[in-house]
T-cell receptor, first 111, second 117 residues
Framework: EDQVTQSPEALRLQEGESSSLNCSYT??????LFWYRQDPGKGPEFLFT???AGEEKEKERLKATLTKKESFLHITAPKPEDSATYLC????????????FGKGTRLSVIA | KAGVTQTPRYLIKTRGQQVTLSCSPI?????VSWYQQTPGQGLQFLFE???????NKGNFPGRFSGRQFSNSRSEMNVSTLELGDSALYLC????????????????FGPGTRLTVL
């Protein structure tokens, strides 16, 4: 069974204090790994898709990396507006498989 | 380009009632997926529709059903509501070529917050 585990569950950072969020996964052949950001009361907002180990993608203060067993979302010099829940999801190969989500990391950035 | 829209945004129902939620995908997107999000379980996959056909189904009871129309709009229905059905119901659409080996990013709507009393 495909599984996604995110850690930590919650993270509190001072503004400017860089850190990383972890997404460990087990999947029967990875088709894609996705990162989303979700603000309270809203739907998830797409950030990145990673397809193969070694791949990296960046967007503003965020950088996502992928290995064969995990993905990291690095946040450089975060600002209070980066506060949100960050969700990781995987999609397995083979047919039209659904996304399997982790439970997310709740990030708070304090000014 | 307009995003995924969901109606209604909020619903309050009582146990035993039924409810219908609606989702309009991004223009040109042919696949619509539904998810249930709760604090304890996170995001859980309900079902996916493509070209008016259910292509995938998660592990939910038969009280949860859905359909897709020819314009790709989708509805989901929950019958005989239970207290545990209280959740945020999210709809996501993707372009999906229909080719199984291609990955399509799913874009989410704002969700419908269902409260069952």
């Amino acid at each position: 069974e495909d599984q996604v585990t995110q850690s930590p569950e919650a993270l509190r950072l001072q503004e400017g204090e860089s850190s990383s969020l972890n997404c460990s996964y087990t999947v029967s052949g990875l088709r894609g790994l996705f990162w989303y950001r979700q603000d309270p009361g809203k739907g998830p907002e797409f950030l990145f898709t990673l397809y193969s180990a070694g791949e990296e993608k960046e967007k503003e203060r965020l950088k996502a990396t992928l290995t064969k067993k995990e993905s990291f979302l690095h946040i450089t010099a975060p600002k209070p507006e980066d506060s949100a829940t960050y969700l990781c999801a995987v999609q397995a190969r083979g047919g039209n498989t659904p996304l399997v989500f982790g439970k997310g990391t709740r990030l708070s950035v304090i000014a | 380009k307009a995003g995924v829209t969901q109606t209604p945004r909020y619903l309050i129902k009582t146990r035993g009632q039924q409810v219908t939620l609606s989702c309009s995908p991004i223009s040109g997107h042919r696949s619509v997926s539904w998810y249930q999000q709760t604090p304890g379980q996170g995001l859980q996959f309900l079902f996916e529709y493509f070209s008016e056909t259910q292509r995938n189904k998660g592990n939910f009871p038969g009280r949860f059903s859905g359909r897709q129309f020819s314009n790709s709009r989708s509805e989901m229905n929950v019958s005989t509501l239970e207290l545990g059905d209280s959740a945020l119901y999210l709809c996501a659409s993707s372009r999906t070529s229909g080719r199984a080996w291609e990955t399509d990013t799913q874009y989410f709507g704002p969700g419908t917050r269902l409260t069952v009393l």
